[in-house]
């Protein structure tokens, strides 16, 4: 099949060519073809079978860390409401009043309530209504904001949109023994952004994910602290993949940071992919995350932040990391975006993948995606 009619593919061929791809052996791992990334009716299949099943991040406890606060955020055309209650325990909700179905809220802020602009419904921070206008006899008890399923994991907030769905921790435990030491749940929340690149979800989320591209794409950035060669394939799950990236020896430590790192984790940054959206580095001193979320087939919402050992955002090491970091984002969004246009011609006929320290963990998704949108 030539590229041409490869970029036209229906969601159903694509499925059927992630089947050839399942129980592959890794020596013979390669890339699938572009229509993965171009197929807008594959990316519908995505959001309903994977963005409105699986436990979705959607950002960190620390930017709503009093009661009253909230921020808002979309997730496949579904507008949620995240905030700490009284109780301050942290909640997630739809952004719709039960009215007339208006937004109740936008951007971010700390109130008492939630008081609608359009006819002053009124809610409580826990999402029972406590006023409607003018109603009369209305019964308020049995009306309140819809509320999704919410887990925290590491202190990040994670949402699912189904009902009833299996526990997040049960699915990624086996990841504990690798992270455990950096206590990414004790790190304080500095610096959060919401962004839109013009590239596919996965190609961003494959390009967090694997150490094939830092020497070459960040020869001025990362190249001088985890160069490619030095990469190392951890294990995956059914529902995680991950690598190390371990430092250059001439390269010093990266602190201030936990006392339990051993030494093996004072010189190295772990990475984390757990499907299908959320993506993570654990650096010994900070915490580099990504919530994805896909919009169009050739674009992405991200919701990215910093939380680390330091508690000033404003202090030298912060604002040096933060640097780096949008430095290294810059150079992946070119890349990225220039990448989104290439797949669109008729000249990629794909090729393999490289050995399994640089791109497994894309093989490893790959087998996920098969797993769950295959052919059956």
Not at 76 to 84: A, T
Request: net charge neutral; glycine share 8%.
């Amino acid at each position: 099949m030539n590229h041409a009619a490869a970029v036209s593919r229906t969601a159903a061929q694509i499925r059927r060519e992630l089947t050839e791809l399942r129980g592959e052996p890794r020596e013979r791992a390669r890339t699938i073809s572009a229509a993965y990334y171009t197929s807008a009716e594959f990316l519908e299949v995505e959001k309903e079978q994977l963005f409105r099943k699986d436990w979705i991040c959607i950002g960190h406890e620390g930017e709503i860390p009093k009661p009253g606060d909230y921020f808002v955020t979309e997730l496949v055309g579904e507008q949620l409401l995240i905030v700490r209650g009284e109780d301050s325990r942290v909640r997630i909700f739809s952004n719709v009043c039960r009215h007339r179905g208006n937004l109740l809220v936008r951007s971010r802020g700390n109130v008492g309530r939630f008081i609608c602009g359009y006819h002053a419904w009124c809610y409580a921070l826990d999402g029972r209504l406590i006023a409607a206008p003018l109603m009369g006899a209305f019964a308020k008890s049995g009306c309140r904001l819809h509320e999704f399923a919410m887990t925290s994991w590491k202190g990040f907030i994670f949402v699912n949109l189904s009902c009833n769905p299996a526990p997040l921790a049960q699915a990624v435990q086996e990841i504990e023994p690798y992270v455990r030491n950096y206590h990414p749940e004790q790190r304080h929340f500095l610096r959060g952004f919401d962004e839109t690149w013009q590239t596919n979800w996965k190609c961003l989320a494959e390009n967090f994910m694997e150490g094939y591209h830092l020497s070459p794409m960040h020869a001025k950035t990362l190249h001088a602290i985890t160069p490619t060669r030095l990469c190392e394939k951890l294990p995956n799950g059914a529902a995680f993949t991950g690598y190390r990236a371990n430092f250059d020896a001439s390269y010093p430590e990266r602190g201030p940071y936990h006392e339990d790192l051993t030494p093996l984790e004072r010189r190295s940054d772990v990475f984390y992919w757990i499907y299908p959206g959320f993506v993570v580095g654990f650096a010994p001193h900070f915490t580099l995350y990504m919530c994805l979320r896909p919009l169009t087939v050739d674009s992405v919402g991200i919701r990215w932040g910093i939380v680390g050992v330091p508690e000033d955002p404003d202090s030298p090491v912060v604002r040096a990391y933060v640097q780096l970091c949008k430095d290294f984002c810059a150079e992946d969004r070119a890349t990225l975006e220039a990448l989104q246009l290439a797949l669109g011609t008729r000249h990629f006929g794909g090729g393999p993948l490289a050995g399994n320290n640089y791109e497994g963990t894309i093989w490893d998704m790959y087998q996920f995606m098969a797993t769950r949108l295959g052919d059956t």
